[in-house]
Nanobody, 118 residues
Framework: QVQLVESGGGLVQPGGSLRLSCAAS????????LAWYRQAPGKQRELVAE???????NYADSVKGRFTISRDNAKKTVYLQMNSLEADDTGAYFC????????????WGQGTQVTVSS
């Protein structure tokens, strides 16, 4: 059974930092592309950052220069370091693991809430 478990969310003041973690189990972690998505109240889920199995990263324009995605294949964990947080970064953050092959395998975590407020 595949599980993705996020942690590290919370309440932070504008300008602050948080580090999200997503621990995976039940899958061949190193062959998966990994991503963080977020969903604000009343809005669609959007891609925040992604990292390929080879380590190539991609970021939404709104978080470039502030967020960093990384992966530790030995620990089967993907991280999202978030600095200079803004109110617009508020939302539920979801971890995603995807492997595109003959069939596409796509897994999601349950989400962790990030609230940026003074």
């Amino acid at each position: 059974q595949v599980q993705l478990v996020e942690s590290g969310g919370g309440l932070v003041q504008p300008g602050g930092s948080l580090r999200l973690s997503c621990a995976a189990s039940g899958l061949a972690f190193s062959i998966y592309g990994l991503a963080w998505y977020r969903q604000a109240p009343g809005k669609q889920r959007e891609l925040v950052a992604e990292i390929s199995k080879s380590g190539t990263t991609n970021y939404a324009d709104s978080v470039k220069g502030r967020f960093t995605i990384s992966r530790d294949n030995a620990k089967k964990t993907v991280y999202l370091q978030m600095n200079s947080l803004e109110a617009d970064d508020t939302g539920a953050y979801f971890c995603n693991a995807r492997n595109v092959g003959f069939t596409t395998l796509d897994y999601w975590g349950q989400g962790t809430q990030v609230t940026v407020s003074s």
